[in-house]
T-cell receptor, first 118, second 113 residues
Framework: AQKVTQAQTEISVVEKEDVTLDCVYETRDTTYYLFWYKQPPSGELVFLIRRNSFDEQNEISGRYSWNFQKSTSSFNFTITASQVVDSAVYFCALSDSNSGGSNYKLTFGKGTLLTVNP | KAGVTQTPRYLIKTRGQQVTLSCSPISGHRSVSWYQQTPGQGLQFLFEYFSETQRNKGNFPGRFSGRQFSNSRSEMNVSTLELGDSALYLC????????????FGSGTQLSVL
């Protein structure tokens, strides 16, 4: 069965510190997609990144970077030089079809609450 | 381009009642999915609709149902409400599939008393 584990429930850092949010996933599919979403206090989830299972290249976007390692089934997210505006709940998610078909299902981790203090 | 719109924003119901939530996806998006978010269980997938057909379903009882109209707008219905149904219900849309970037609405906060 599909599963996404975000072991860190809450993280608190001081502004300008680097912080890494961990994500471990389980799937039987060979084709799957991984996502990170951010949920600020307003409640609306905001897309951050999508990665497919065949693309293990790490990605950097400004202060954000992602490390995808199939060998350890992990898709970790690092924020460099954190800012107060980064405070939010961050969700890792897995999309797979569980059968190799086209009917994808989305499974979210429980989320990590990141608080960046000034 | 308008985002995903969910109505109402807040809803208070009592046990045993039923409720209908509405979601208007981004124009041109054909896939609409629904999620329940609670402090205990987190974000859980309810179902996905595509071209007026339910394409996938999560592990929720039959009291939870939905439908999609020809204009891609979707409604979600919960019958015989229970206290445990209190949650934030989020709708998301994408052009074609759940393996794409999803655009989420702000949600409907349902309180069951």
């Amino acid at each position: 069965a599909q599963k996404v584990t975000q072991a860190q429930t809450e993280i608190s850092v001081v502004e300008k510190e680097d912080v890494t949010l961990d994500c471990v996933y389980e799937t039987r599919d060979t084709t799957y997609y991984l996502f990170w979403y951010k949920q600020p206090p307003s409640g609306e989830l905001v897309f951050l990144i999508r990665r497919n299972s065949f693309d293990e290249q790490n990605e950097i976007s400004g202060r954000y970077s992602w490390n995808f390692q199939k060998s350890t089934s992990s898709f970790n997210f690092t924020i460099t030089a954190s800012q107060v505006v980064d405070s939010a709940v961050y969700f890792c998610a897995l999309s797979d079809s569980n059968s190799g078909g086209s009917n994808y299902k989305l499974t979210f981790g429980k989320g990590t609450l990141l608080t960046v203090n000034p | 381009k308008a985002g995903v719109t969910q109505t109402p924003r807040y809803l208070i119901k009592t046990r045993g009642q039923q409720v209908t939530l509405s979601c208007s996806p981004i124009s041109g998006h054909r896939s609409v999915s629904w999620y329940q978010q609670t402090p205990g269980q987190g974000l859980q997938f309810l179902f996905e609709y595509f071209s007026e057909t339910q394409r996938n379903k999560g592990n929720f009882p039959g009291r939870f149902s939905g439908r999609q109209f020809s204009n891609s707008r979707s409604e979600m219905n919960v019958s015989t409400l229970e206290l445990g149904d209190s949650a934030l219900y989020l709708c998301a849309s994408s052009f074609d599939s759940l393996n794409e970037k999803l655009f989420f609405g702000s949600g409907t906060q349902l309180s069951v008393l």
